[in-house]
Structure formats: C-alpha cells, structure tokens
C-alpha cells in the first residue's frame, strides 16, 4: 500500500507542477514579445540592471507616499509569490530626493514578508520619462512621474505582454491599482515567463549531458 502511495506522488506530483506553470488564460507557451529592447538604466544611480534579469517594472513618481496602496498590493499578490525564484526582481524608478519616502513605505512592507529582491533606482525626471518611452507602450506617466501600470521584462529587457487580451487587445501593463488584474491576468503571465525559463534551462542542460555522453 506504502509503495503505491508513493508512486502515485510521483507520479502525480510532477504533473500537478506542470498545471501550475502552464494554467492561465494565455495558456502554456512564449508570452507575447511587444517591444524592446527597453533601455539600460545606465542614466539612474546604483548598480541595478535589467539584461540577465526578470523584473517587475513599476513607476513610483516623487508621491511616493500615495503609491503605498499599489505597492502592497505588489507586494501581495506578485512579489510574495514569485520573489525566490531566481534571477527576479521587482525594481521601481522614482525620482531623486524620494529615498527617504521609499524608505519608509519599505519598512512597513517589511512586517509582511522578506523585502530582499525589491530594487530601485533613482534618477532626474526628463532621465525617468525617457527610460519610460523607451518601453513604446503608448501609456505616460503622469505629472508626478508615476504610473498605475507595472510591466514584465525578460532577461534581454523585452517587454512582455498580451497580444490578445479580452478586455484591452494589445496590454502592455498591469494595472497595480486593481488586486482582481494582478491576480487574474499578471499572476497568469509570471506563471508563463518563469514556466518558459525553466524550460529552457532544462532543455540546456539536456543537451549539455547529450554532449558529455
């Protein structure tokens, strides 16, 4: 009885994997390239980068103190569930002079989970506005320097998306003001690109060992 038990497992547990990594709307496969590549952060100070990474991009703006809602439900519903897979980050741009205010939104944010794989950068504005053009989104930001939207890049700081989404056709962000987005849709979508990396290391290492044989 013991052993069918465990052959079940192993049998079942992998194929449970799978469902998780392939489940969403956009199903199992490439999420959709829309633009790219997005610009380096050469022009922001710190060492941070976007070539090697997966990130979470987001705006904050010099109110930073008015993003904290937006900020925890990242937090909550994105960065908790996929900040200790490797190679992601969840990295904000907000204007120079906001470290302060940064600061103190991080440490309540802090009391919920470990804070490690958040970034920021931090740069003059006509510097933010530009790095943001460059991800051809056809959204702005607003007087602040901020947005509501947060994008997914991929290690050759392509931005990723929905060619075909339901509600928008073409959605280049997700709307970090509304927990049902994140959930139903970005949740999807980090799912998918994290799905296709692994895929993509394994078939490497495969054929690494093909070769070794």
Do not use: C
Not at 66 to 77: A, E, H, T, Y
Not at 86 to 110: H, I, S, Y
Not at 148 to 166: A, Q
Not at 182 to 188: A, V, Y
């Amino acid at each position: 009885m013991k052993k069918k038990f465990v052959l079940t497992v192993l049998f079942i547990l992998p194929l449970v994997v799978y469902i998780f990594f392939a489940s969403g709307v956009t199903n199992f496969g490439r999420l959709p390239v829309l633009s790219g590549p997005v610009s380096e952060l050469d022009g922001f100070a710190g060492e941070q980068r976007l070539q090697g990474k997966i990130t979470v991009l987001g705006f904050l703006g010099d109110s930073v103190e008015l993003q904290q809602g937006r900020m925890f439900n990242l937090n909550q519903k994105i960065y908790k569930r996929f900040h200790e897979f490797q190679d992601f980050q969840m990295l904000m741009v907000a204007p120079d002079g906001t470290q302060q205010k940064v600061a103190g939104v991080m440490r309540e944010l802090e009391t919920f989970t470990d804070i490690g794989n958040w970034r920021f950068v931090y740069g003059e504005m006509p510097e933010i506005r530009r790095f943001f053009n460059s991800l051809e989104t056809g959204l702005e930001l607003d007087a602040t320097g901020a947005t509501p939207y947060v994008f997914i890049i991929d290690k050759d700081r392509m931005l990723r998306g929905r060619k075909k989404d339901e509600d928008t056709g073409l959605k280049f962000g997700f709307d970090a003001t509304s927990v049902a987005d994140l959930n139903n849709k970005m949740e999807d979508d980090m799912k998918i690109i994290l799905a296709e990396y692994r895929l993509a290391l394994k078939s490497n290492q495969a054929g690494r060992n093909t070769q070794e044989q």
